[in-house]
T-cell receptor, first 117, second 110 residues
C-alpha cells in the first residue's frame, strides 16, 4: 500500500498552459510539502502545510499555488507554465514539522516529471 | 536562512571500500540532520538521521557523526556494495523545514 502518492507521474505540456499535480498520503501525518528537483538534482522546498495551514512559502513565483483540502491531500497548481518549470516535483509528508519532539522523517512521493515544451 | 554545503559532488569507490560524505551547515540553531538516498529515477528515502544531542549514530554499514562546534556532519558507508550507488543528500533543520545539500553521486565499482 502506497504511503505517499502523486498523480500524474509524467506531465508533458506546452508553455503557457495551466496544470495541476495531486498528492495524497495515508500515513496520518499532519505536515505535507512540495519540493522541486531540478536537472542538477538539487532539492528545494517550495511549500509546506501543517493541518491544512500554510507554514512554509519559499520564494516561488505566484504562478504556483498550493491547496490543501484536508491534511491528507496537498495539490499544486501551476499557471502559465514556463520552460524553466521543467523539473521533477516531489510531494512529501511528515508526522510533525520539527522541533525536539516528534518524528521529523519526511516520506517522499514517487515524483512527477514535468516537461514544458 | 540555513545554508548546507556538501562535498564531494561525486565519489567513486571500489566495492568493499569505505565512502565518506561531508556536510557543513551555517545555522547553529539547527538540531536535526538527516541523510537521504536517492536511486536513479526513484524518490529520496531516509537512511539515517542524527539529532544535536548525539555525536554519533550507527546502523549496520552506515554511520553519521556530528560536530556541533564546527557545524559539520558526515556520512560514512563501510564495505560498500553496488547497491550503494545512488545520490546522497544531507540536510539540516531547526524546526520548520529541511535545507538540503546539493547531493553526492556515489558510484561503487565492482
Amino acid at each position: 500500500d502506497t504511503a505517499v502518492s502523486q498523480t500524474p507521474k509524467y506531465l508533458v505540456t506546452q508553455m503557457g498552459n495551466d496544470k495541476s499535480i495531486k498528492c495524497e498520503q495515508n500515513l496520518g501525518h499532519d505536515t505535507m510539502y512540495w519540493y522541486k528537483q531540478d536537472s542538477k538534482k538539487f532539492l528545494k522546498i517550495m511549500f509546506s502545510y501543517n493541518n491544512k495551514e500554510l507554514i512554509i512559502n519559499e520564494t516561488v513565483p505566484n504562478r504556483f499555488s498550493p491547496k490543501s483540502p484536508d491534511k491528507a491531500h496537498l495539490n499544486l497548481h501551476i499557471n502559465s507554465l514556463e520552460l524553466g518549470d521543467s523539473a521533477v516535483y516531489f510531494c512529501a509528508s511528515s508526522q510533525s514539522f520539527g522541533g525536539d519532539r516528534g518524528n521529523n522523517e519526511q516520506f517522499f512521493g514517487p515524483g512527477t516529471r514535468l516537461t514544458v515544451l | 536562512g540555513e545554508n548546507v554545503e556538501q562535498h564531494p559532488s561525486t565519489l567513486s569507490v571500489q566495492e568493499g571500500d569505505s565512502a565518506v560524505i561531508k556536510c557543513t551547515y551555517s545555522d547553529s540553531a539547527s538540531n536535526y540532520f538527516p541523510w537521504y538516498k536517492q536511486e536513479l529515477g526513484k524518490r529520496p528515502q531516509l537512511i539515517i538521521d542524527i539529532r544535536s544531542n548525539v555525536g554519533e549514530k550507527k546502523d549496520q554499514r552506515i554511520a553519521v557523526t556530528l560536530n556541533k562546534t564546527a557545524k559539520h556532519f558526515s556520512l560514512h558507508i563501510t564495505e560498500t556494495q553496488p547497491e550503494d550507488s545512488a545520490v546522497y543528500f544531507c540536510a539540516a533543520s531547526k524546526g520548520k523545514k529541511l535545507s538540503f545539500g546539493a547531493g553526492t553521486t556515489v558510484t561503487v565499482r565492482a
